[in-house]
């Protein structure tokens, strides 16, 4: 089986960031960049299908610029068998990320696509499901765990909804996106890190892909949130209670 | 501008908070923006919520009551909203961002050949939304080009619609075709609570890693959660450790929680945790790390060991109410 794995490239989770005075976007300096911890998800349990089975190609695929290609040798020092990088300057929203996804997808013919549910950035919580859209594909959101059919044509999913566990089937091809609880991702061996330094990252022009890329949504402007100030420190569990039974008048 | 439609989500033959929440603020873009606010139910068996959405002063309820959408699923339900949009002149589709409006929005906008914009907590009069991006560390004024505009709202950020008025029912068929072949729905597995819903309570109270163990949540948490009558929730952290189901979790990645009262018991407040809770009313945290971030966001802080100061707040609490 082929599973493809998108992958993004974002600023480490516990960075702060702050934005530039003038609203044009996200001060860059210093920030240290990671798999996106949704696609290390995703990528790990294409690894475990891919032990589980046997005889299956693991293919990474991301969109930016040539350093995107650090993110992408750690899934590669992960496990992964090759990966594809769509070289692309500017800025895309969900929409065009799907479309060049799209076409990634109708030159690879994966029987899987595996991707996060939420890129940690823009938390759009967008992409797996319009590639789904695109290809008339089913999907399966916010994904728990996995289970494929011992003839590999089909899937099972647990669904991590409001109020429960949600499971659903559907045929393969399929996209199966992420959530917290799938799997806990491995760490890049060290055997792993230098078999990665030999395998493959095709770099694909954007051009070449002929996707519009031309985005629907666009951001105008940023503004730093309202900051909440902290307020008071309180001694003892009694006057906790007591000041929000009769000053926040809350309990 | 065309007109609003507010996808109306039910669970169990009810409709949530998070539906009447959609309601409001699909009637806040269209007298902000123009034109009609339009809801519409999807389901099998479904004239009484038909009914009662009407009920909450939209223009129109369309209803596809068809065996074929008796439960949710992504494709059956996308192949119907792409029909009743394109059919009624629909340039803004809205829902809230729960479990299914995050499943279902993206995918009907794909279709339609238009983006979206996610968990949006502002519409402007120009027809740009404000969203949060990065955690809520930037809010964001965005745009949406294209013939039809689709907007996810977070739940915290608008009130809920109140009843008035009896809209016009209009009952549409509609032709699910090849789209009910590819998607099965199998099983929903419930988690039984008693205690409120997360992101409707009044009073949440959530844990974090400093519990240090799923039985310490049951012991030291829970009761507390019990005596305030509040909804449980819980760090990233904690679920990640393994202490408590991710459907607890709050946080940027889970629930976004927004009661009068909150209470952050033995949780650090990584960017992660701030994102989901910072718009509470009123915070408590309780920590033993007085350099613990989440002091900079908390109303009242006590740094205390949690071991000590919840079953103490707990007894505290029953003797208050009586």
Redesign the interface.
Same mark, same amino acid.
């Given at each position: 089986m082929k599973i493809l794995v998108t992958v993004k490239r974002v600023?480490d989770?516990?960075t702060?960031?702050?934005?530039k005075p003038d609203g044009s976007g996200?001060v860059t300096d210093n920030i240290k960049y990671v798999i996106n911890p949704?696609d290390e998800i995703a990528i790990e349990e294409a690894l475990r299908i891919k032990e589980k089975l046997g005889g299956s190609e693991v293919v990474l695929a991301s969109i930016g610029t040539k350093v995107v290609s650090e993110q992408l040798r750690t899934g590669l020092a992960m496990g992964a068998d090759r990966a594809l990088l769509v070289l692309c300057e500017q800025a895309l929203?969900?929409?065009a990320v799907?479309k060049i996804l799209a076409k990634l997808v109708e030159r690879e013919s994966p029987q899987l696509v595996l991707m996060g549910? @939420?890129a940690? %950035?823009?938390?759009?919580?967008?992409? /797996?499901?319009?590639?789904?859209?695109?290809l008339d594909?089913?999907?399966a959101?916010?994904a728990?765990k996995v289970e494929l059919a011992a003839d590999q044509q089909s899937a099972?999913v647990i669904?991590?909804?409001?109020?429960?566990?949600?499971?659903?089937?559907?045929?393969l091809p399929?996209i199966i996106t992420a959530?917290?609880?799938l799997n806990e991702p491995r760490y890049a061996s060290l055997p792993g890190i230098m078999k990665a330094r030999k395998k493959e990252i095709r770099e694909i022009p954007v051009a070449e892909l002929n996707a519009d890329t031309t985005?629907?949504?666009?951001? @105008?402007?940023? %503004?730093?949130?309202v900051k909440?100030? /902290?307020?008071?420190?309180?001694?003892?569990?009694?006057q906790?209670?007591d000041?929000?039974?009769t000053e926040?008048k809350?309990? | 501008m065309g007109n609003v439609l507010v996808f109306a989500e039910h669970?169990k033959g009810k409709f949530?908070k998070s539906t009447l929440i959609a309601l409001q603020a699909g009637k806040e873009a269209a007298s902000k923006l123009g034109g009609n606010c339009l809801a519409v139910v999807l389901g099998s068996g479904i004239d009484t919520l038909a009914q009662e959405v009407a009920g909450y002063g939209v223009t129109k309820v369309l209803v596809a009551d068809d065996p074929g959408l008796a439960n949710y699923?992504?494709?059956t339900y996308?192949a119907t909203l792409e029909q009743l949009i394109k059919a009624n002149d629909v340039s803004l589709l809205l829902a809230t961002s729960?479990?299914?409006g995050?499943?279902?929005?993206?995918?009907?906008?794909?279709?339609l050949?238009?983006?979206?914009?996610?968990?949006v907590v502002a519409i402007n009069a120009d027809g740009?939304f404000k969203r949060?991006?990065?955690?809520?560390?930037?809010?964001?004024?965005?745009?949406?080009?294209?013939p039809v505009k689709v907007v996810s709202v977070r739940g915290t950020a608008f009130d809920a619609a109140q009843p008035g008025g009896q809209a016009q029912i209009e009952k549409v068929s509609v032709n699910l075709g090849a789209a009910a072949k590819?998607?099965?729905?199998?099983?929903?597995?419930?988690?039984k609570s008693d205690r409120p819903?997360l992101t409707e309570a009044r009073?949440v109270v959530s844990g974090g890693r400093g519990l240090k163990s799923g039985e310490n949540f049951t012991t030291y948490l829970e009761p507390l959660v019990d005596a305030?009558g509040a909804a449980m929730g819980a760090s990233?952290a904690a679920?990640?450790a393994g202490f408590v189901p991710?459907?607890l979790?709050v946080g940027?990645?889970g629930k976004v929680v927004a009661p009068?009262?909150y209470f952050a018991v033995g949780i650090s407040g990584?960017?992660?945790h701030l994102a989901g809770m910072?718009d509470s009313?009123?915070i408590?945290a309780i920590n033993k790390d007085?350099e613990a971030p989440i002091?900079?966001?908390?109303?009242?802080?006590?740094?205390?060991d949690l071991f000590k100061?919840v079953p103490?707040?707990t007894e505290?609490?029953k003797k208050?109410k009586g």
């Open positions: 600023p989770p516990e702060t960031i702050r934005v996200i949704f929203d969900s929409l799907s549910k @939420q940690i %950035d823009d938390d759009s919580n967008q992409a /797996g499901q319009m590639l789904a859209a695109l594909w089913p999907q959101t916010f728990s099972q669904r991590e909804v409001d109020g429960g566990l949600e499971t659903v089937g559907f045929s399929g959530d917290l609880r985005p629907c949504l666009k951001v @105008q402007k940023m %503004d730093p949130p909440k100030t /902290g307020g008071k420190k309180v001694e003892t569990v009694q906790l209670l000041l929000l039974h926040a809350v309990i | 669970q949530p699923l992504a494709d996308t729960t479990a299914i995050k499943d279902l929005l993206p995918r009907v906008a794909a279709r050949g238009v983006g979206m914009a996610t968990d740009t949060p991006m990065y955690a809520g560390n930037v809010i964001a004024t965005v745009s949406l080009d294209g590819k998607m099965q729905f199998v099983a929903f597995n419930e988690t819903n009073i305030l990233r679920v990640d991710n459907d979790q940027q990645t009068e009262l990584a960017i992660q910072k009313k009123v408590v007085s002091f900079s966001v908390a109303d009242y802080g006590l740094v205390a100061a103490e707040l505290a609490v208050l």
